[in-house]
T-cell receptor
Framework: GAGVSQSPSNKVTEKGKDVELRCDPI?????LYWYRQSLGQGLEFLIY????????KSGLPSDRFSAERTGGSVSTLTIQRTQQEDSAVYLC??????????FGNGTRLTVT | GENVEQHPSTLSVQEGDSAVIKCTYS??????FPWYKQELGKGPQLIID?????GEKKDQRIAVTLNKTAKHFSLHITETQPEDSAVYFC?????????????FGQGTILTVHP
């Protein structure tokens, strides 16, 4: 079956611009996570959605980062006024409740 | 918060040898410990996981051991093959509603030489 799908696979943007990254989780998975992978910081948790509950935003590094999940399925991670330190691979994962995470292949973001 | 330390950062073995990667964690409340394999340009893929009520789990050539008292867990790969070459990450989570809220180790680059 289809796995977690992320788009775009690569994004190059200029410093100060806003970007939107999209995640399509595995059908039926109620939990959705965003992680960031960078050379300096490794894999870091950003935000977590579970069903209709309020998201756990405890990993978002600044208020320039936000995410939403519409209809309990697709999620969008938005980074406003991008900075060079935002350059990283942004990974989305989904799970069927208390079960292992399935990761997508990520969006590689480069801020110039 | 949780802190996970992973060693070694790089590991080179000959095909057929065993490989061992070790991780320690700081939060005694953590009770779920997955291992992920990541190949170039792809997302992490779960290879094995263990919960804190079990001391060891095995799946073919891969095994994980957990010592809750010492707060460390290890990945063992036997009869390594060139296709095992990848980056391996350990992780820890508190379980329950935070099951997927993982703290990752820094990764181990495993190279298996034919």
């Amino acid at each position: 079956g289809a796995g977690v799908s992320q788009s775009p696979s690569n994004k190059v943007t200029e410093k100060g611009k806003d970007v939107e990254l999209r995640c399509d989780p595995i059908s039926g998975h109620t939990a959705l996570y965003w992680y960031r992978q960078s050379l300096g910081q490794g894999l870091e948790f950003l935000i977590y959605f579970q069903g209709n509950s309020a998201p756990d935003k405890s990993g978002l590094p600044s208020d320039r980062f936000s995410a939403e999940r519409t209809g309990g399925s697709v999620s969008t991670l938005t980074i406003q006024r991008t900075q060079q330190e935002d350059s990283a691979v942004y990974l989305c994962a989904s799970s069927a409740g208390a079960s292992p995470l399935h990761f997508g292949n990520g969006t590689r973001l480069t801020v110039t | 918060g949780e802190n996970v330390e992973q060693h070694p950062s790089t590991l080179s073995v000959q095909e057929g040898d065993s490989a061992v990667i070790k991780c320690t964690y700081s939060d005694s409340a953590s009770n779920y410990f997955p291992w992920y394999k990541q190949e170039l340009g792809k997302g992490p893929q779960l290879i094995i996981d263990i919960r804190s009520n079990v001391g060891e789990k095995k799946d073919q050539r891969i095994a994980v051991t957990l010592n809750k008292t010492a707060k460390h867990f290890s990945l063992h790969i036997t009869e390594t093959q060139p296709e095992d070459s990848a980056v391996y990450f350990c992780a820890a989570a508190g379980g329950g509603t935070s099951y997927g809220k993982l703290t990752f180790g820094q990764g181990t680059i495993l190279t298996v030489h034919p």
